[in-house]
Every structure is written in C-alpha cells, then in structure tokens.
C-alpha cells in the first residue's frame, strides 16, 4: 500500500482522539434551517450528551461577544457586509468551553492539551525547515497535505451565497456546500480579503480582515492552527506539524520549487508546476473574484484551472525577483513596537508592518515598498501573489509558518503582551478583542498574542542576532549624530564664509553635495 492509501485507511478504521478545535466556516451540525433561523450554534456534546456539554460540565451555549469599540476609518459603511460584528449575522449563541476543552461542542481540547479531561499539557509539535527534514518525513508531509486537497472537511462546510440568499424562498435547508480540507483553508482566506458585495457590478473594496493591519500575524496563525490540526486528525498523528519555507535566502532561485518538494517549473511552460509533482494537478479555487463581485456570488469550491508560479520572473517589477535576505529578518526584528497609529499598511515604525512587507525592513515606511512576506508572494509571481487565491499555492503553508517563526521570535525577545496589541482604531477586523473572521467558534488576537508554546507548537530555528554595530544602543547612536551634526555646521560655516570672502563660486557646486547626501535606494 502506498503512503496515501496507508493515510486513507488509518483515517477510515481508526478512532480518533483529535478533534478540531475551532475553524471556519460553520460546523456541518449547525448548517440548518433550524439553526439559522433560531441564530444559535450549540451542538449535543458528540451529538449524544448535552448541548455544549454542559451537563458533563465541558462547556455551555452563550451569547456571543461582540466587539464594539471603534474601528478606522478604512471602512465606512454601516450595516451592508456580514462580516461586520462577527458572526452575528448568522449566530448570536454558540458553546463556551470550560477550562481547557475546545471545539464548536466542547469535545476535544484546546490547542496544547490533551487527555479525557484535557488536563494534560500536551508537548508542543515542533514545525521545523522543510528544507532540513529527512526525506521520509518530508514524504509523510507532502502525502498529507496532497490527500487534504481531495479529502471533504469531516465538520465544516461553508456558504455559497450572500448572506441574504443564504436561505432562498421555501428552502428546507440553507445554501452550504461541502467541501475538501484544504479547500477549506483556501476559501477562508478568501472570504477574509473578499469585497463588500453591494449588488451587480459593484463592490466595495477597501476592507480587508486578515491583511493591512494588526490582525495580520494572528489572524494567519489562527488559519496555520486551523489546517495542522486537520491535518493532525487526517493522519491520525497528534505529533503531526506544518514545516517552514525560510525564504530569507535572498537570490533569484526558490529552493524548494522542485518537483519533490513543491513543484518545479514545467519545461514547456515556466508558469505551470512540472509535471512530475504531486501538485501538478491540483486545481485552484476561488480565483474569480470579479465574477464573484458581479453575480454577489461567494466561492463555491468551482474548480477554476492548475496553479500558475514563476519564481522570479516578473520581468516588468525587477524588485520582485529576488527573495529577501537574512539581513532583513534581522533588522525586522529589531523594531521595538508591535503596531503604530493609524495600524495600517502606512503605519510607521510598525514590526507587523515591516514583516507584513508594507515598510523598510527597519520599519521605516516608504510608498511602494515591498519586502518580506509581501516580497516572497510576489517573488512567486503567479497565484501565489494574488491575494484572495494565493493560499491555493501549497507553498502558501509553507511561506506563512516561516512568517509565523519570525513573529512568535520577536514576542519572545520583547516580552510582548496583549497591552502591545490595540484595541481600538484599528482597521475593521483589527482590534484586539474583534473576533477574527471567519472563525468559528469565535475566536480573537487576544488568544493568538501569546508564545505558540502555550497554542500548542514551537519551532525549530535559531534566528540570527543584530551585529555589535546594529546592537549599539539609540544613546550612542544620537551622540555620534549631534557630533556630526555639530561638526558638518562648522565645515558648512567655514564653506560659506570662504565663498564669500574669496569669490562668487557657483551655487550648483554646493547643490550637489547637498544631493549626495540625500540619495534613497528604493524599489
């Protein structure tokens, strides 16, 4: 039996202990006309104890909080997107578990634990480089994640229809579809960075829920969470673990991009994965968004052609063929303040703005600059790039756990807590307490803004500290400037009185040193 078959079989026979734990977008349970018409998700504790298990003392069906504090101004309408106060569109109840259990009925446990009674701190699962696993491991990995694309979620489904078309004239049943695992993690990044549908022809498009903003690192981490854990059920291994793609190699070369790894460039057209790769024939979904915007559709997991990657090799943007370096992961992590005002892709001085690749990698902002995560998604240039439909690109998994790496490192070097993280002000989706869309049960930054020991998983890295020169202190630095400054007015000083006192020497000449001193390189 080959290693896709062993997987199949170990899934179908075996009795799982693993159950997800929170994910998107609704449980199967709850997908009901009776459901959504009563606005309630509380599903029978395994479908035969109490709702929530409450009975059983696991949990119990609440309100749903719902964040109301201001948000920016990115956003204006009132009202119009059901994602707005999730999920309260749909449900307004939904089960709370106690202590450490999990799940949309209280039935597993929350990420790092285990046992019956989910008091046992499980050991975290170690995400290591890709590039670093043996070939057998590497293989375990890749048939996994190869057999997610064609395996249907065992417990969620998602909507195919606006919200107001969810439940069509006379239905017995709302418009939910099936859908496979992976799919899944594709069509909640979707759904996330989608447009406000306002009817045909028209959407609003400045709104974004998992990009260009605080939410960013925590909301990816919620989505990474999301798919290790069913992977973990599909291979019935709890020690199951998402690796990374370090993609700070710098270079024009993508090293993983092999057929045996993540697929190679086809030899009769560079933008197709090569033949040879087990993602050769995976088909993308969720790509049409412009149809989607016209018909006020939402994805319905239509298959919509292969996946298209061409590392390098956008021609008419030369500052995207190359990856980011080392150097750039070290001065991103040098950037003191988790988020700054106004908490958007503008935002100066910002770590999630210089990893997200909005800014410098020093954090300073600059109009147009692309770097880290944002650099490597354009790098691929293809599918991957394209926000709403790059998680179709398995390498997206891959290039966000690497992104993950570098914020879980940052927290643990500035002893970050959530009084780093807004709560208020931020772009729709952003506060901290704003439950992240769409995740359900409800689940906010202020659960991700912790070390991933405590969600269940640690990496296998060691990121590089600053040089003496890059470590030398902001006293010393502002010293060595007044000296200079100091200094470059007496040079000036004594410029200006020889020019008077000996001759009328052309203006240019200065102009020019002044020009010298004052070039930027960009991208």
């Given at each position: 039996?080959n290693?896709?078959?062993r997987?199949?079989?170990?899934?179908?026979?075996?009795v799982?202990?693993?159950?997800?734990?929170v994910?998107?977008?609704?449980?199967?349970?709850?997908?009901?006309?009776?459901?959504?018409?009563?606005h309630?998700?509380?599903?029978?504790?395994s479908?035969?104890?109490?709702r929530?298990?409450?009975?059983?003392?696991?949990?119990?069906?609440?309100?749903?909080?719902?964040?109301?504090?201001?948000?920016?101004?990115?956003?204006v309408?009132v009202?119009?997107?059901?994602?707005?106060?999730?999920?309260?569109?749909?449900?307004?109840?939904?089960?709370v578990?106690?202590n450490?259990?999990?799940?949309?009925?209280?039935?597993g446990?929350?990420?790092?634990?285990?046992g019956?009674?989910?008091s046992?701190q499980?050991?975290?699962?170690i995400?290591q480089?890709?590039m670093?696993m043996?070939?057998?491991?590497?293989?375990?990995?890749?048939?996994?994640?190869?057999?997610?694309?064609s395996?249907?979620?065992?417990?969620?489904?998602?909507?195919?229809?606006?919200?107001?078309?969810?439940?069509a004239e006379?239905?017995?049943?709302?418009?939910?579809?099936?859908?496979t695992?992976?799919?899944?993690?594709v069509?909640?990044?979707?759904?996330?960075?989608?447009?406000t549908?306002?009817?045909p022809?028209?959407a609003?498009?400045?709104?974004?829920?998992s990009?260009e903003?605080?939410?960013?690192?925590?909301w990816?981490?919620?989505?990474?969470?999301?798919?290790e854990?069913d992977?973990?059920?599909?291979?019935?291994?709890?020690a199951?673990?998402?690796?990374?793609?370090?993609?700070?190699?710098g270079?024009s070369e993508?090293?993983?991009c092999?057929?045996?790894?993540?697929?190679?460039?086809?030899p009769?057209?560079?933008?197709l994965?090569?033949p040879?790769?087990?993602f050769a024939?995976?088909?993308?979904?969720?790509?049409?968004?412009?149809?989607?915007?016209?018909?006020?559709?939402l994805?319905?997991?239509?298959f919509?052609?292969?996946?298209?990657r061409?590392?390098?090799?956008n021609?008419?943007r030369p500052?995207v063929?190359?990856l980011?370096?080392?150097?750039?992961v070290?001065n991103?992590l040098?950037?003191?303040?988790?988020d700054?005002?106004p908490?958007?892709?503008?935002?100066?001085?910002?770590?999630?703005?210089?990893l997200e690749?909005?800014?410098?990698t020093?954090?300073?902002?600059?109009?147009?600059?692309?770097t880290?995560?944002?650099?490597?998604h354009l790098?691929?240039?293809?599918?991957?790039?394209?926000?709403?439909?790059?998680?179709?690109?398995?390498?997206?998994?891959?290039?966000h756990?690497?992104?993950?790496a570098?914020?879980?490192?940052?927290?643990?070097?500035?002893n970050?807590?959530?009084a780093?993280?807004?709560?208020?002000?931020?772009?729709?989706?952003h506060?901290?307490?704003?439950n992240?869309?769409?995740?359900?049960?409800?689940?906010?930054?202020?659960?991700?803004?912790?070390?991933?020991?405590?969600?269940?998983?640690?990496?296998?890295?060691?990121?590089?500290?600053?040089?003496?020169?890059?470590?030398t202190?902001?006293f010393?630095?502002?010293?060595v400037g007044?000296?200079a400054?100091?200094?470059?007015?007496?040079v000036?000083g004594?410029?200006?009185?020889s020019?008077?006192?000996r001759?009328?020497?052309?203006?240019?000449?200065?102009?020019?040193?002044?020009?010298?001193n004052?070039?930027?390189?960009?991208a």
């Amino acid at each position: 039996m080959n290693s896709t078959g062993r997987f199949i079989a170990m899934a179908i026979v075996t009795v799982l202990a693993l159950v997800p734990y929170v994910y998107a977008q609704f449980p199967r349970v709850c997908a009901t006309l009776e459901a959504i018409e009563a606005h309630q998700c509380c599903p029978f504790l395994s479908g035969n104890g109490s709702r929530c298990g409450e009975e059983e003392g696991r949990g119990s069906c609440v309100d749903i909080r719902i964040d109301d504090l201001p948000h920016g101004q990115q956003y204006v309408l009132v009202g119009i997107d059901d994602r707005e106060r999730w999920p309260e569109r749909f449900f307004n109840r939904s089960c709370v578990c106690n202590n450490n259990y999990g799940g949309f009925d209280c039935s597993g446990c929350k990420p790092g634990w285990q046992g019956e009674n989910c008091s046992q701190q499980r050991p975290p699962v170690i995400r290591q480089n890709i590039m670093n696993m043996t070939q057998e491991e590497r293989e375990i990995f890749l048939d996994v994640l190869d057999l997610s694309k064609s395996t249907p979620h065992p417990d969620y489904v998602v909507a195919q229809d606006h919200y107001r078309n969810l439940v069509a004239e006379n239905a017995t049943e709302p418009n939910f579809i099936n859908i496979t695992i992976y799919d899944l993690f594709v069509w909640v990044h979707y759904y996330s960075v989608r447009d406000t549908l306002l009817g045909p022809g028209q959407a609003y498009t400045a709104i974004d829920f998992s990009h260009e903003g605080p939410a960013f690192l925590t909301w990816h981490r919620m989505h990474l969470i999301g798919l290790e854990n069913d992977l973990q059920v599909l291979s019935n291994d709890p020690a199951f673990a998402l690796p990374y793609w370090d993609f700070a190699i710098g270079g024009s070369e993508c090293d993983v991009c092999t057929d045996d790894i993540l697929g190679g460039q086809n030899p009769n057209d560079p933008t197709l994965l090569g033949p040879n790769s087990r993602f050769a024939d995976w088909e993308v979904v969720c790509l049409s968004l412009d149809w989607f915007n016209d018909n006020i559709k939402l994805c319905n997991g239509t298959f919509e052609g292969p996946i298209r990657r061409n590392p390098g090799g956008n021609i008419d943007r030369p500052a995207v063929q190359t990856l980011p370096a080392t150097e750039d992961v070290i001065n991103c992590l040098q950037v003191d303040e988790y988020d700054t005002f106004p908490y958007f892709s503008d935002s100066d001085n910002s770590f999630r703005n210089a990893l997200e690749g909005y800014s410098e990698t020093d954090g300073e902002f600059e109009i147009g600059v692309r770097t880290l995560h944002n650099l490597a998604h354009l790098f691929l240039n293809g599918t991957g790039g394209m926000t709403h439909a790059s998680a179709n690109d398995p390498i997206f998994v891959l290039l966000h756990t690497f992104t993950d790496a570098i914020f879980d490192e940052w927290m643990k070097r500035s002893n970050a807590t959530v009084a780093d993280f807004p709560e208020e002000n931020a772009p729709i989706g952003h506060n901290l307490d704003f439950n992240m869309v769409p995740f359900f049960p409800p689940v906010t930054s202020r659960n991700m803004f912790v070390p991933s020991e405590q969600l269940g998983y640690s990496y296998a890295v060691q990121f590089p500290e600053a040089s003496t020169a890059e470590q030398t202190s902001p006293f010393t630095w502002a010293m060595v400037g007044i000296s200079a400054f100091v200094a470059l007015n007496v040079v000036v000083g004594l410029l200006v009185w020889s020019i008077r006192y000996r001759s009328r020497k052309r203006y240019e000449d200065l102009s020019l040193v002044q020009d010298n001193n004052g070039i930027h390189y960009r991208a």
